[in-house]
Structure formats: C-alpha cells, structure tokens
C-alpha cells in the first residue's frame, strides 16, 4: 500500500506564506493532479512530499509511515524534475541503472528492471546511447523509466511534459497515464496545464494561494466548480460570469429574471460557453466577433457591458452586430458567493 496523506501541511519562507495548512488523501495507486498558476505553491508540496523542502508545520505519511522526519532515499519515492535530469556522458542504459547501482543490486536484477522499464517506454533500441545524442522527448522517456526501475512506492512528478513541443506532449500524454497504471504506482503530477490535469488525472487537486480549493474527479471539477477561480482557470474558454441582483420577485441577471438560490445577497452568475443555446427568451447577447472553428463557432459577446462567450453549432446564423438572446442548458448554470468566491447551491 502506498497511500499519501498530507496533514495540516504549512510552509513559510520569511513573511512569505506558501502553504496555508493543506490537507490532502491521496489513494493507493491513485493519479493525483496538482493544478494551479505559477506561485500557487503547487511545486512546494510536491518538494516536501519528497523530502527536498522542509515544512514548517504539519505531516506527510506515505503507506502508512510518518516520513516527514526522513530523508528522500528512505522515503519509496522516485522523482522526474522539469529538466529531466539525464546524465548526457552515460548512456541510456547507465542513466536507467544509475539508482539501482546505488542500491548495490545484482547486475542481473539491474539488468532486468533496466530492459523492462526500457521496453515499457518504448526506448528499448536506444540503450547503447549517450542521452547526450537523443531528442526531448526520448530524455524524457528516460527519466520516466529511471524513476520506474526503482519500483517505488510512489512517483512524483514536476511539470515533466512542459519542455516538448505540442506534439510529443500529446504523444508522451496518452501514453503515461496507462504505463503509471500498469505498473501499479501512485502518483502526483504538478502541472499548470489544464488539458494534461483533465486528461491524466484521476483526482484534480486545484490550488490557489497556497491552498487547495478542490479535490475531485476532473468531470466534477468541470461541471461543478467549488470556487469561483476554479469556474475560471478550467475550461478554454473559461466560465462566463455575470452579477446577479436580487429583486422583489426573486434574482436577475442582465434584466432577465432567473431561477437561482434561496440564499445570499451578492452573487455571481456563471455558465461555460458550451452549455449555451439561442432561445427566445435568454441573456441578451450583443455579438462582437464570431470565429468558425471547424465543429463549431466560438460567439464573442457583450452581455450587460460584460465579455461573453458562446460556443455554438457551426451552421447557427450569427453575424457581427447581431443580438442574440442565450439561455443555458437545463441545470448548467452555477453561482458563486461574490464575497467568498465559494460555490453558492441553488
């Protein structure tokens, strides 16, 4: 068993906060993603997890056992960095080895895990070369497969796609979740992308502020927004939000009355583009730009002086300067606290 459990976890450097107390389950092989903007301390828990930072509160246990107190070789942890941190005068065969030696295994057993991790990432034909001759994305299969052949309990990795161009991440992306699987390890991905957090993830871990805002299937923290930033930074585009004002006869949004919660004063409408349609009685949508894209047309709107998207059926009849009246799907709609941010259920 190798599950994760971040207790009360803080870190401060100086007067500077990263960490605010986060508290954090992940399961035994379980593919946790750790999402946020650059600074929201995402990096800092992975760094404490793996012992290469020191909290300044708080425990991480890893199957079972407290380890925050041990050092990173006594924590069943392999770790694959940003740079990759391949060593270009050994060959791929060496760099794969290079922690096992250090385990001072048998050359048989080394040998073994070598050739399989090697043919699991499909770099089995490159064994004889220096790392120094091979491309960016075969660096990184070979630091993948390093952290494999020490068949660790746990792997952490650090924004390990981000150096590739858009192809070879997509490549490396529909490939690494399946191997992770197979061989049966847990782990925890940091990444500012949103598109690898969908499709890799088992749970999505959002952090803001050295927070965690939620922590759920990607589908839930799509459809079901805990935080207002969450709405925002998920999706592309993002949320439409709109104020909200509460009248005699229940909630308006943009002058059109709308179905909304029992409760809360100042609040925030929101709807993703795509749970949009055309209707009779809608939000009234005055049309700035209209972009074809192929399946379907992303609609740029102004709503009530505020930006607004829309994504429609490519054959809907819609041109600049229209005005279009846009109603959301059945139960899409969601709304937010505007003094919290937090998810108001209606």
Not at 61 to 88: C, E, K, S, T
Not at 194 to 204: F, G, N, P, T
Not at 269 to 289: N, Q, S, T
Request: charged residues 20%; contains cysteine; negative net charge.
């Amino acid at each position: 068993m190798a599950e994760i459990v971040i207790k009360g976890v803080a870190k401060t450097f100086g007067a500077f906060t990263a960490l605010h107390s986060v508290d954090l389950t992940v399961a035994d092989r379980e593919f946790v993603v750790l999402l946020g903007a650059s600074g929201c301390g995402k990096t800092t828990l992975l760094r404490i997890i793996a012992g290469l930072e020191s909290a300044s509160g708080g425990e991480v246990w890893i199957g079972g056992r407290r380890v925050d107190h041990l050092p990173p070789r006594q924590r069943g942890i392999a770790m694959v960095f940003q740079n990759y941190a391949v060593f270009p005068h050994l060959t791929v065969f060496e760099n794969i080895a290079f922690g096992l030696r250090m385990q001072n295994l048998p050359m048989a057993e080394i040998t073994r895990r070598v050739e399989r991790t090697a043919e699991l990432m499909h770099i089995e034909q490159l064994l004889k070369r220096y790392s120094g001759q091979l491309s960016g994305g075969q660096r990184q299969r070979v630091a993948v497969a390093r952290a494999l052949a020490m068949e660790p309990s746990v792997i952490l990795m650090d924004e390990p796609l981000s150096n590739l161009d858009a192809l070879l991440r997509l490549e490396m992306r529909a490939e690494l979740k399946g191997i992770l699987a197979e061989s049966q390890t847990t782990t925890i991905y940091v990444t500012h992308d949103q598109v690898e957090a969908m499709s890799l993830a088992d749970r999505i871990a959002v952090m803001q502020g050295g927070h965690i805002l939620q922590a759920a299937e990607p589908i839930e923290v799509y459809r079901n927004p805990a935080a207002r930033f969450v709405g925002a930074f998920i999706g592309n585009p993002p949320m439409n939000f709109l104020p909200a004002n509460r009248g005699a006869g229940g909630w308006e949004v943009a002058g059109l009355p709308v179905l909304g919660p029992e409760s809360g004063e100042a609040l925030e409408f929101a709807v993703r583009p795509e749970d949009l349609r055309p209707a009779a009685k809608g939000l009234p949508a005055h049309v700035k730009i209209v972009e074809p894209l192929g399946p379907h047309l992303l609609v740029t709107c102004d709503v009530a002086g505020h930006g607004f998207r829309a994504i429609l059926e490519s054959d809907t009849s819609v041109r600049t300067g229209d005005l279009l009246h846009l109603a959301p799907l059945e139960g899409r709609a969601r709304w937010f606290d505007l003094a919290t941010g937090h998810s108001v259920p209606v």
